[in-house]
């Protein structure tokens, strides 16, 4: 076994242990916060809404740290806050200890957690060290496989659920959450220093900034709410939705398999319209179809069309910016995303609490084609797609 290869396994099994845990609590939190403590769709937006805004700013001060500080150390302090974000609701139901909870854990994307939902603060970390272990040639394969097992086990974590009670929940994400942590001893990362004070790569950072607040506003739009959507219309129950959710969440994760055939075939460019522009025609139908059968059918589908390219992005993201700046590149596209998401997701919560559930699926439709238009702007002669393809 290479060197690579360890530190890869290393990462894999750090980051299966909270892709496990993030599964139970993405399941658990809202049926806590909504049919348990009988808070309301409008207390479950606005946790969601501190907890993406808390995410953007941890995301950003840990992608800093990771490049001026050192990308194992950080990923440390990081790896603590999820297993300490359940415990907490382990031991209290408060509304306040939900909301401290929610901003530690990053409780702001359930849905698919392979785009970095459920303790999403450390992603932009875990993206630089695959960086930093990979090639041009290989790093979407890399980023497709630890997405895959993500989404794989986030989606077992989801199934399992089903069998806890809800504070059986809380505690064994905390102990699988801490479990984890195990596998960062022996890491080893690169040694690469940035310089705090400049940022050569400002014009490239900011195309993906521009679009990752776009993209974020559509995902707070909807997919925090995907799952209270079924509680609040059709009223499925905790133990059909964790089926639901396993499924959604293993076809989302087989589909991430596909990036490099789609890098490959496509290009960056290309496959982020085809795949998001599919998504984007189907999820504004989903609150108009009143068959719960055809409704699964659209929440199972949408996510994997949503989350197929991301390993694409993330290499195109990588090759543009400098090595010693990927930590910050990474840091501030999550801040973009999760600030604009913060907004939406608490539009929604007042307006699903007002009963007004179709519109933000609407909205969803109209900013998602404006977000694929911005693409096609700053990307269309993109050098990384040929380089990829040849």
Do not use: C
Not at 241 to 248: K, P
């Amino acid at each position: 076994m290479t060197s690579t290869t360890r530190q890869l396994l290393l990462l894999i099994l750090f980051r299966t242990s909270r892709s496990i845990a993030a599964g139970m609590i993405m399941l658990a939190f809202p049926y806590l916060v909504l049919n348990v403590l009988r808070y309301g769709a409008v207390k479950l937006g606005l946790i969601y809404s501190v907890a993406a805004v808390a995410t953007a700013v941890l995301g950003l001060l840990f992608g800093f740290l990771a490049d001026t500080w050192g990308r194992k150390r950080t990923l440390v302090v990081v790896g603590m806050l999820l297993p300490l974000s359940s415990a907490l609701v382990y031991f209290s139901h408060h509304l306040a200890a939900l909301f401290l909870a929610g901003i530690l854990g990053g409780y702001s994307a359930t849905g698919s957690l392979m785009g970095g939902g459920v303790g999403g603060a450390a992603q932009p970390i875990q993206s630089a060290i695959i960086a930093d272990l990979s090639t041009l040639e290989n790093r979407t394969r890399y980023f497709s496989i630890l997405t895959f097992l993500s989404g794989v086990f986030s989606a077992v974590g989801a199934l399992l659920a089903r069998y806890f009670t809800m504070n059986g929940i809380f505690l064994t994400a905390t102990l699988v959450a801490l479990g984890g942590l195990i596998f960062l001893a022996p890491l080893q990362t690169s040694q690469v220093r940035g310089d705090f004070r400049r940022l050569e790569s400002k014009r490239t950072i900011g195309k993906f900034t521009l679009t990752g607040m776009l993209n974020g506003f559509t995902q707070g739009l909807i997919v925090p709410f995907l799952i209270p959507f079924f509680v609040i219309v059709f009223h499925v129950p905790k133990s059909r939705m964790a089926v639901y959710a396993f499924w959604s969440g293993a076809l989302a994760a087989v589909g991430i398999l596909a990036a490099p055939w789609l890098e490959r075939r496509m290009g960056f460019l290309k496959s982020m319209v085809v795949t998001r522009g599919l998504g984007a025609i189907l999820l504004p139908l989903l609150p108009f179809v009143h068959y719960l059968f055809l409704a699964l059918a659209i929440y199972i589908l949408t996510p994997a069309l949503r989350i197929m390219a991301l390993p694409v992005q993330q290499t195109a993201l990588t090759e543009m910016v400098g090595q010693e700046e990927t930590g910050r590149a990474l840091g501030i596209n999550q801040v973009a995303r999760l600030a604009a998401s913060a907004g939406a997701i608490a539009l929604t919560g007042v307006l699903f609490g007002a009963a007004e559930i179709a519109l933000p699926f609407l909205l969803y439709g109209g900013f998602m084609g404006a977000n694929l238009a911005l693409y096609v702007r700053f990307f269309r002669n993109n050098p990384v797609d040929d380089r990829a393809r040849a």
